[in-house]
């Protein structure tokens, strides 16, 4: 397995064009939402809730392929489609959440190296969203804003594959508008062409297509 198996940072800043900013907040945010993700899965599991250990499963695979954690999301899609086999074996089950958790370090420890000073790039992170919000006090600015959104949400509703298009060339806006969280998980439900969640996960915001 190669550094770029593990962590491909490449593809990851293509899905933003290249806006090395927010792939940095992008994976401060994976690390604080998925760095428990394989332990809880095993808890969910030990405690009977096999939907939800898939439900988990899946949105990791999203999340991992919006960073570029290539092996990962292959792993926690393997991991996804083994919970919803009904014949698979408990020490199958159990086994294969032993090398997503492997593979899960590797990544964390991936993305510990790309990041550097934690603290300094927690730092860089919050003045990011700081300006983001000063600039959004714009009149004309929220309007653009609303009206991309907008035009996502329709996307997203019809299932039309061009809503990645507008996630990837306005990933910056986006994220500034959205906030980075909603931002990750509609984009990543997106690449993994789950419009359903992507548009529900962007219903958080309050947007409605009726509004």
Known sequence: ??????????????????????????????????????????QLLAGG?????????????GAAGMIGAQ????????????????????????????????????????IAAHLGDTDAMDSGGAALRESAQAGAGDAQARMQDRALVARLARLLDEGNGEAIDVLEQSATALAASLGVAVFQEVAAAAHEFDFEAALAALAQTGFTLSA
Do not use: C, I, W
């Open 1 to 42: 397995m190669t550094a770029q198996h593990t962590l491909n940072t490449g593809e990851g800043l293509e899905r933003l064009v290249g806006d090395a900013s927010l792939y940095r907040q992008l994976l401060l945010r994976f690390r604080k939402d998925y760095e428990p993700a394989v332990a809880q899965m095993r």
């Open 49 to 61: 809730a096999q939907d939800e250990a898939q439900r988990k499963a899946h949105s990791l695979k």
């Open 71 to 110: 092996q990962l999301h292959h792993l926690a899609g393997m991991t996804e489609a083994g919970l919803l086999a009904s014949g698979a074996a408990q020490a199958e089950r159990v086994a294969g959440l032993d090398v997503l958790q492997a593979a899960m370090d590797n990544v964390l420890l991936a």
